[in-house]
């Protein structure tokens, strides 16, 4: 499983389209645990490029704050599951919570 999470400040950014890298998360599903991570730098903005574009690296898992619906769909049509509500908080005590079954989510904080 490798789990993406939009990042601003070494936390997750609250505007999923917009933000300035994405954490890279490669898990263990078997032992609950992180493996590695990998930064990268977003690409700039355009409408439509994330889903495919954080397909082509094997991305399995969304842990975002907020997203539009047009942005859910067309993860969902690249296979993506997307986890709307996340916290801003660390990236590895986001997806350790996730993988704990201990996330808690609140709105999805995206109007568009």
Known sequence: MKIAIPI???KLAMH???????????VDEAQKKIVARN????????????????AERGVTTVLAGGMGQRALGLF???????VIGAPAEAPETI?????GGTLVTGANLCDH
Do not use: T
Not at 76 to 81: D, L, M, N, R, S
């Open 8 to 10: 601003a400040d070494g």
């Open 16 to 26: 999923f389209g917009h933000c300035e890298r994405f954490a890279l998360l490669d």
């Open 39 to 54: 930064d990268v730098e977003a690409p700039p903005h355009q409408p439509g490029l994330l889903p495919p574009w954080l």
């Open 76 to 82: 969902a049509e690249q296979g993506i599951q997307v």
């Open 95 to 99: 997806v350790a919570d996730y993988l």
